[in-house]
């Protein structure tokens, strides 16, 4: 949440500067800001809103400093409005920050005793005049940093400009991360590597608690005691990933529209396609057989990942499986199995929750393995493993193919603990993945689709609620198809168990609300149909996700129909994700929402 960038530059960076924040805007997006140094002097441009009211005001008033700052807010204090905007300054510099500083009250008294008027309603403002208030001891810019850092509680990562001096920026991080990228002539600094992606593919990630000192050509890392230490340079593919939008309106749209080829491309990195086998790009530094249960942690859609891959864990692996949000995991203080397994799903690998839970279970001395799309996030490098989805930059705010693409790598997790522990023949295991093997190919199938499915969405613009059903692995997809429903078009959805219809929701059940009910012909088709009945009974709308033998057995009138193709019942989830997700898109932009940046939302959740 909020994308910070900074630039020692050669020529004029405020263009550069908004190019990165255009990569970091995923991050947040309620108001952006630069800051860069005009003949010594701190020069700062903000502006509310989108990113677009920035370049504007740039473009009526340039900016042309060679050294700048610049952010993309995501409001934690203070609303969203041009003077809480970043970067935030001080008689003496600029400072920009991603991440909460918990101890701004009591810094901020403090402060106020030393005559500093506070501006905004922000937690930032304090280190701006932290920092300040230690140059006024006379302290030198590094040393004001190196004095306030102690000072400050929470989480951030941090890029300080000052007044006067033309040849120097220094970074920060406690929690969120922050990268240096070493370019030709020039310095940066920046969220990660995407961002820098345009000028740079050699990264250098600060450590949890690092802070640097920039100067033209060089970097000093120090740790958070202040000592002088070394940090690799890497090198990153990120700019070789694509960012744009290609042919369609929307990120989400594109990025629904890859994922038979990505998810493809993950399979592809765990399947030993020609021999119809599991085969894992690094071994289990542990006995499988020796798990007692595993433990698995995330947040919203990666949690609902994890919640389908229990089913697989414990019907492939024959393991207990404990799932729970991050948010509730990092504080129950769960006892843990000596040596067990703990699975974190993330699709940025750095929610602020998932790391969190992490940490936890590291203390309880369990084997960490992640399941992650970044691979440069700080939770793959926190991770004793990484399985990474190969899904590339998820750029829209509503995970999609990142989604599958877990899915898809927690599924081939599953068979490879079940083969492990011998539960699975190798006989099941190459049927399994045979039917994983046809997965894209049948996602390839329901994108032809669309356009029944954009049909039935715009039938949603004027509901105030839609039922979401489903069973088995396709009952987390229905919370799934709440949520991406709720983010990106604002129309309240719930997601159930639908054999739990009968204890409740169903006195929602009228003419009016949608009832989606997520339907492949598996073993509990026969029960699904049953439920399909109930709502048609009461005169609810029903619209089915199955295939022509579900609608057959429902036999009720339908208010509409996706037909999906048969297949075998095992992972159909991670096919089925798609009408869900076409359904939650389609409605937006006919509702005409903002799929992309969804309001109040942000990517990256760096913080509690
Ligand atoms: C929903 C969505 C969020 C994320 C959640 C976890 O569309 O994108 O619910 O799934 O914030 O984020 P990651 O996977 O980055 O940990």
Not at 142 to 163: C, I, M, S
């Amino acid at each position: 949440m909020c994308g910070i960038v900074g630039i020692l530059g050669t020529a004029p960076v405020a263009e550069s500067i908004v190019e990165a924040l255009k990569r970091l805007e995923y991050r947040g997006y309620d108001s952006a800001g630069i800051a860069t140094l005009e003949g010594g002097h701190l020069t700062r441009r903000r502006a509310e809103g989108k990113l677009k009211n920035l370049e504007l005001r740039l473009s009526e008033a340039p900016l042309e400093g060679v050294i700048g700052i610049g952010h993309t807010r995501w409001a934690t204090h203070g609303r969203p409005s041009e003077a809480n905007a970043h970067p935030h300054a001080s008689d003496r510099l600029a400072v920009v920050h991603n991440g909460i500083i918990e101890n701004f009250r009591e810094l901020r008294e403090e402060l106020k005793g030393k005559s500093y008027t506070f501006t905004t309603e922000t937690d930032t403002e304090v280190v701006a005049h932290l920092v300040s208030a230690e140059m006024r001891k006379g302290l030198d810019p590094v040393d004001a940093v190196a004095a306030a850092l102690p000072r400050l509680k929470g989480a951030f990562a941090l890029a300080f400009l000052f007044e006067g001096v033309e040849d120097l920026l220094i970074g920060a991080r406690q929690g969120p991360p922050l990268a240096v990228g070493w370019g030709a002539d020039e310095m940066y600094l920046g969220s990660d590597a995407l961002a820098l992606a345009p000028f740079t593919d050699v990264i250098t990630y600060l450590e949890d608690g690092d802070w640097v000192v920039l100067r033209p050509g060089r970097a000093e890392f120090h740790d958070e005691h202040g000592n002088i230490v070394e940090r690799v340079k890497q090198r990153t593919v990120a700019g070789a990933l694509l960012v744009e939008r290609g042919n369609h309106r929307h990120f989400m749209a594109k990025e629904i529209h890859e994922q038979p080829e990505v998810v493809a491309r993950t399979l592809a990195h765990y399947l030993d396609m020609l021999q119809g086998k599991v085969r894992l790009p690094f071994e289990f530094p542990f006995d499988p057989n020796a798990l007692d249960r595993i433990t698995i942690t995330a947040c919203g859609t990666a949690y609902y990942a994890a919640l389908t891959a229990k089913y697989w864990f414990e019907r492939f692996a024959r393991l207990p499986v404990e799932v729970d949000v991050a948010s509730e995991f990092r504080y129950r203080e769960a006892p843990l199995p000596e040596r067990g397994l703990m699975i974190v799903v993330s699709q940025s690998g750095e929610t602020a929750d998932t790391r969190a839970s992490l940490h936890y279970a590291r203390t309880q001395k369990q084997h960490i393995l992640s399941v992650v799309n970044v691979p440069s996030s700080t939770i793959a490098r926190e991770s004793h493993i990484v399985a990474p989805t190969l899904a590339g930059p998820e750029i829209g705010v509503a995970s999609t193919k990142a989604l599958t693409c877990q899915l898809a790598v927690l599924a081939c997790l599953a068979l490879a603990v079940g083969r492990a522990r011998g539960k699975l023949s190798a006989e099941e295991e190459f049927r399994l993945v045979n039917e994983l093997i046809l997965l894209p190919g049948l996602m390839a199938d329901v994108l032809n689709h669309e356009a029944t499915i954009e049909q039935i969405a715009h039938s949603f613009a004027k509901v105030q609620s839609v039922l979401y059903l489903g069973r088995g692995t396709n009952y987390p997809l229905a919370l799934e198809g709440a949520l991406k429903l709720k983010e990106i078009s604002y129309i309240h959805a719930e997601g159930y168990a639908a054999g739990e219809l009968k204890h409740g929701p169903i006195a929602l059940i009228d003419e009016v609300m949608p009832v989606v009910v997520i339907a492949p012909s598996d073993r509990a088709l026969e029960k699904t149909v049953s439920n399909v009945q109930e709502v048609a009974a009461r005169g609810g709308r029903i619209i089915l996700i199955g295939d022509a033998r579900a609608a057959q057995e429902a036999a009720v009138d339908l208010s509409g129909f996706v037909e999906m193709p048969a297949m075998a019942p095992d992972f159909a989830a991670i096919v089925y994700a798609l009408p869900v997700q076409l359904l939650a898109y389609h409605a937006a932009v006919f509702m005409g929402k903002d799929v992309d940046q969804p309001r109040n939302l942000a990517k990256s959740v760096t913080v509690e």
